[in-house]
């Protein structure tokens, strides 16, 4: 077999919202370039996902070289809004965690509200660099994170996936698959490892950049959500509850990333693992 290489490379401007495809992207020491800057709150300043939302996962935000951006979605006129200037801050939440956003235009939260049915506020991360620390028990002193749900990126194989629809295809919903990895919102996509190798890594370097692997990523409902459609159904959590939990974390794919430099990644670099680590136990 090959060694590792980088298979692909998405990011996601609006969190939750549609993932977008890259050849090559900066990593910055709080996650890629670009990637979940923005985000969608109710009107007491909680996060909005496609765990509440799936509809989500069909509206496009699409940036431009100003870090402003291009909404659509079906049934929607495109709105460009403007990076707002950091004036004022507002709370939001992003699960238990407090962070200052700058408020998007008006005309910005509207649009959004209509295409959901319900009142929502867009909200920009104006200095990831110092906005919201990662979970402590995970990071070193002054590393931060976007909008991403805990960790800067997101990583995932192909064999792994791979191996995973083999799971479904045995199992009582076999129809529910195979399941494309888009359901799992990855920023990095490997291919040439064995299946589930990612579970024993510590330390990789991916082309130019060194990134620490601070743990494996538990998975929710929104693994369930077709991103084309909208429409959910049971794989891959069923599956994943079944052969890949692991106590105290729940349902595992993927791994979470802590960048320890700064580059750029580009489709076809080559994955080396620096340091390995001690795989988790599954139930």
């Not at 002054?142 to 799971?167: I, K, Q, R, W």
Request: aromatic content about 6%; charged content about 25%; some cysteine.
């Amino acid at each position: 077999m090959a060694g590792p290489v980088l298979h692909s490379v998405h990011i996601h401007p609006l969190k939750a919202a549609r993932a977008l495809d890259r050849e090559a992207v900066l990593v910055e020491r709080w996650g890629l370039a670009g990637d979940r800057r923005w985000m969608l709150v109710d009107p007491d300043g909680k996060l909005i996902t496609q765990r509440e939302e799936p509809r989500l996962a069909l509206l496009t935000a699409a940036p431009r070289a100003d870090g402003s951006l291009v909404l659509s979605a079906p049934g929607a006129e495109p709105l460009a809004v403007t990076v707002p200037e950091p004036v004022a801050t507002v709370p939001v939440r992003v699960f238990r965690t407090k962070v200052e956003a700058v408020l998007a235009a008006e005309s910005a939260s509207t649009w959004c509200g209509a295409y959901l049915g319900r009142p929502v506020r867009l909200v920009h991360l104006d200095d990831p660099a110092v906005r919201r620390p990662i979970d402590p028990a995970y990071a070193r002193p002054g590393e931060t994170v976007s909008f991403a749900d805990g960790y800067p990126l997101l990583l995932a194989t192909t064999a792994s996936l791979d191996a995973l629809n083999s799971l479904i295809s045995q199992g009582d919903l076999p129809d529910e698959g195979p399941v494309p990895m888009s359901r799992f919102r990855p920023n990095l996509v490997i291919e040439g490892t064995e299946p589930w190798a990612e579970d024993g890594w510590w330390r990789i370097r991916v082309g130019e950049v060194l990134f620490r692997v601070p743990k494996p990523c538990s998975r929710c409902i929104v693994t369930t959500t077709d991103q084309l459609s909208a429409r959910r159904g049971k794989e891959p959590l069923r599956s994943l509850a079944r052969h890949r939990r692991s106590p105290g974390n729940g349902a595992l794919f993927g791994t979470n990333l802590i960048p320890e430099s700064s580059g750029t990644v580009r489709v076809g670099d080559a994955l080396t693992v620096l340091e390995r680590a001690t795989p988790p136990v599954f139930a």
